[in-house]
């Protein structure tokens, strides 16, 4: 995509008679010839019945960002957690280091029960467990959870790895859950693998889909 760029050392801020401060039509205002970033797609995972799905391939030095778009994430099992974690360069078990937050706005089909509050059993404190995105899914045939993770930098060999991610479903309790997750992997070592499953069950049916940001 193009990106416009102000180019403050071209604006020319003077009094405009009978306006004030404003700005000179002759200046070279904005620049747009400047390019900005895309979603490169690296590779796409449909679920059918998985216990977990894995990307152990495509995260690399490339890119400096990815992104997981998770959709319509369909469960087996009702109440349970859609959840993620990473490998360290040379790892096996999916247990890195994590520190976390978790929030989440609620609203109830009957138009009750509306709450934003902080999940403290949802986060971690330098704990080896799945992060969960999405805390509570229902399983009912209609019920679903989409949302995406962004993952910053994770072939520094110098830096913490931090995340982010946003996601929305239809809950166990029949509400609308919105989630704010954050937090890092506590590793200098570089993250190449991610894997997300469900807390108990399967993910029966959606897509996971990768993308490196240029």
Not at 24 to 37: I, P, V, Y
Not at 76 to 98: H, K, L, M, R, Y
Request: proline share 1%; net charge negative; no cysteine.
């Amino acid at each position: 995509m193009a990106l416009s760029k102000l180019n403050f050392n071209s604006l020319n801020l003077t009094p405009v008679a009978g306006k004030g401060i404003g700005f000179d039509s002759g200046a070279d205002d904005l620049e747009a010839s400047f390019s900005g970033g895309a979603m490169t797609f690296i590779s796409k995972s449909t679920a059918s019945s998985s216990s977990t799905i894995s990307f152990t391939s495509g995260i690399d030095s490339t890119y400096k960002e990815y992104v997981f778009i998770f959709n319509n994430i369909h469960v087996s099992n009702d109440d349970e957690a859609f959840a993620f974690q990473g490998n360290a360069a040379g790892g096996a078990d999916f247990n890195e280091t994590i520190t976390s937050s978790y929030f989440r706005s609620i609203h109830g089909e009957d138009g009750n029960n509306g709450a934003l509050a902080y999940q403290a059993n949802a986060d971690q404190a330098q704990g080896t467990a799945f992060q969960a995105l999405l805390a509570n899914i229902g399983n009912d045939n209609d019920q679903s959870g989409s949302g995406y993770l962004h993952l910053f930098n994770p072939s520094s060999t110098t830096f913490v790895k931090h995340f982010i991610a946003r996601g929305n479903y239809s809950s166990a309790d029949n509400k609308s859950y919105n989630t704010h997750v954050a937090g890092y992997f506590n590793t200098t070592s570089a993250i190449d693998e991610i894997q997300f499953k469900m807390t108990g069950g399967t993910i029966d049916a959606g897509t996971i889909t990768l993308y490196g940001i240029n």
